[in-house]
């Protein structure tokens, strides 16, 4: 008898919310889901918090924890929480790595902090960067320079000022004749730096020439900027342009030889490209004018299979014995598809932070590229090109297991457009429909899941009754669907989440469950 493929989408963004206010997923027009829901196995998973390696349950999940939980099966320990336990045992200060980094720039040069300004805990963390400010200061370092990339994506979308205020107060508690730490520039998370999947190279070359070569317009502080660049442009803070602070006409903080550099980011997928630029000798993607020897490193290694970057403060988690690396084992072929955007998601992050294929005979990855857009313009993004190429990929009969991104509900989500995010989720729907009918011709089994909610939840809670509705733009911490089309089978009760996912595929691929997972979903 023929193996039945079984085909896995993860809707990204797009969780179960039982209230309609602001949820793009319940009032959209989804009659392909709707019949999922009414005609197939179905439960609700767990996507946030311990259930996917985070340090609590009030931490909403994302993207790189749910792919690694979809991929591995297991619940490890994520970035978010090895950095907190570092930083919390001083584990990290006695590091080799820190200590060379201070003793690189205690006598004559300056310690720079670059990373993304919030408590959202989903690429960094605002009380590490205070954590390692203030052991800076005690290691004896005297020169400080912070370059902050606004948040408004994992926190809500105009509340930088908070996290300036709060980060100017450290500063000012910490400063005195023998330290001087001070903001040096800063942009929108989503205009310079942290661009992923070189989806846009163009944004690192901007992030560069702000907090390098300390080139861009001039601000007395971080706080003017924003204010200036609120009024005058009326974006939300993801979207804020870069602003050099200057003294006397010169920028207070430009990048130079002798320097040493921490990115406190320990997420890896918006953390690479500056990586790069930082360390590669030879490197093509844009001119960087003037490359400082400094020494640098990253709150985490972001890539172990390619050393990105070099130097880092803490390991990453090491994760080992991934689903694909048990079907590789098995013979079974595989078939990855996203746009760009999400296309990390479903390789590096599906299989642990890897970048490599186990082999490359058995894994076929296949990138659609994205729109360089805010995509509250094209809510449909290329949804229907990733299908396109899916169906084409499934009437081969070549491949036994194949999992695609639809980055529509989180990308368009997380712009905070309501109108958008509706039409996104709706996208979704028409391309289940189209999916569908593949998946019939190859008599195989469909899986509709998600990593982590966002547009079931656009607008922030009211505060009161009558208060303005505010767009909401992080992720959420709701569950997320797992539905099964195309196999008769009975779904377990219980706290199941996102790891329970990869032993399901197995059970329906007609392998042997794995003991050293979490179980499957199905009996
Ligand atoms: C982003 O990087 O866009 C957000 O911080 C998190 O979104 P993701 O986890 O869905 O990628
Ligand atoms: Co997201």
């Known amino acids: 008898?023929?193996?039945?493929?079984?085909?896995?989408?993860?809707?990204?963004?797009?969780?179960?919310?039982?209230?309609?206010?602001?949820?793009?997923?319940?009032?959209?027009?989804?009659?392909?889901?709707?019949?999922?829901?009414?005609?197939?196995?179905?439960?609700?998973?767990?996507?946030?918090?311990?259930?996917?390696?985070?340090?609590?349950?009030?931490?909403?999940?994302?993207?790189?924890?749910?792919?690694?939980?979809?991929?591995?099966?297991?619940?490890?320990?994520?970035?978010?929480?090895?950095?907190?336990?570092?930083?919390?045992?001083?584990?990290?200060?006695?590091?080799?790595?820190?200590?060379?980094?201070?003793?690189?720039?205690?006598?004559?040069?300056?310690?720079?902090?670059?990373?993304?300004?919030?408590?959202?805990?989903?690429?960094?963390?605002?009380?590490?960067?205070?954590?390692?400010?203030?052991?800076?200061?005690?290691?004896?370092?005297?020169?400080?320079?912070?370059?902050?990339?606004?948040?408004?994506?994992?926190?809500?979308?105009?509340?930088?000022?908070e996290y300036v205020d709060a980060l100017e107060n450290k500063l000012e508690e910490l400063n005195d004749g023998n330290f001087h730490a001070i903001i040096a520039s800063g942009g929108g998370r989503m205009t310079i730096t942290m661009d992923r999947y070189e989806a846009n190279w163009p944004m690192v070359e901007a992030g560069w020439k702000t907090h390098v070569l300390g080139e861009g317009r001039e601000f007395t502080s971080a706080r003017a900027a924003i204010e200036t660049y609120r009024e005058e442009t009326g974006v939300i803070d993801q979207d804020l342009p870069a602003f050099v602070i200057s003294e006397d006409g010169k920028p207070v903080g430009t990048i130079n030889d002798g320097d040493s550099v921490v990115l406190f980011n320990f997420r890896g997928d918006r953390a690479q490209e500056i990586c790069l630029a930082f360390e590669n000798e030879d490197f093509d993607k844009f001119d960087r004018v003037r490359k400082p020897d400094v020494m640098f490193a990253g709150m985490l290694q972001y890539d172990s299979d390619l050393a990105i970057p070099k130097m880092f403060l803490n390991s990453p988690p090491k994760i080992e014995n991934t689903l694909t690396e048990y079907l590789v084992k098995n013979n079974i072929n595989e078939y990855a598809i996203s746009e760009t955007q999400k296309f990390g998601h479903v390789t590096y992050f599906w299989n642990g932070n890897r970048a490599e294929k186990f082999d490359e005979k058995l894994e076929t990855y296949y990138e659609v590229p994205s729109d360089v857009i805010p995509f509250e313009q094209r809510p449909w993004m290329k949804a229907a090109e990733v299908t396109d190429k899916l169906i084409e990929a499934l009437d081969t009969n070549e491949y036994d297991f194949l999992r695609v991104n639809y980055p529509n509900g989180d990308m368009v989500g997380h712009t905070g457009n309501y109108q958008a995010t509706i039409i996104g989720v709706e996208t979704v729907d028409l391309q289940l429909a189209r999916l569908i009918k593949a998946v019939d011709r190859a008599n195989g089994i469909l899986l509709v899941t998600a990593d982590h909610g966002n547009a079931d939840e656009m607008y922030e809670k009211p505060k009161k009754e009558d208060s303005p509705i505010k767009a909401k733009t992080s992720h959420t911490l709701n569950k997320v669907p797992f539905i099964i089309y195309g196999a008769d089978v009975k779904m377990k009760d219980g706290d199941l989440g996102l790891a329970n996912v990869a032993n399901t595929v197995v059970k329906l691929l007609g392998l042997e469950p794995k003991a050293d997972w979490e179980e499957s979903i199905i009996e």
């Not at 006598?107 to 989903?122: A, K, R, T």
């Open 1 to 161: 008898m023929s193996k039945k493929p079984v085909v896995l989408v993860v809707m990204d963004g797009v969780g179960i919310n039982e209230s309609k206010y602001g949820n793009a997923v319940t009032n959209a027009f989804t009659p392909t889901l709707d019949r999922l829901y009414e005609t197939c196995p179905y439960t609700a998973i767990k996507a946030h918090g311990k259930a996917v390696g985070l340090p609590s349950d009030d931490d909403m999940g994302n993207s790189e924890v749910g792919h690694n939980a979809l991929g591995c099966g297991q619940v490890y320990s994520q970035g978010a929480k090895l950095v907190n336990e570092s930083i919390e045992s001083k584990e990290l200060f006695k590091s080799e790595t820190w200590n060379a980094l201070v003793n690189n720039c205690k006598d004559q040069g300056v310690m720079h902090f670059l990373g993304l300004l919030s408590d959202g805990n989903v690429h960094s963390h605002i009380n590490h960067l205070f954590a390692l400010l203030e052991e800076a200061k005690a290691g004896g370092v005297k020169e400080v320079r912070v370059h902050i990339l606004l948040d408004g994506r994992d926190v809500p979308e105009t509340s930088a000022l």
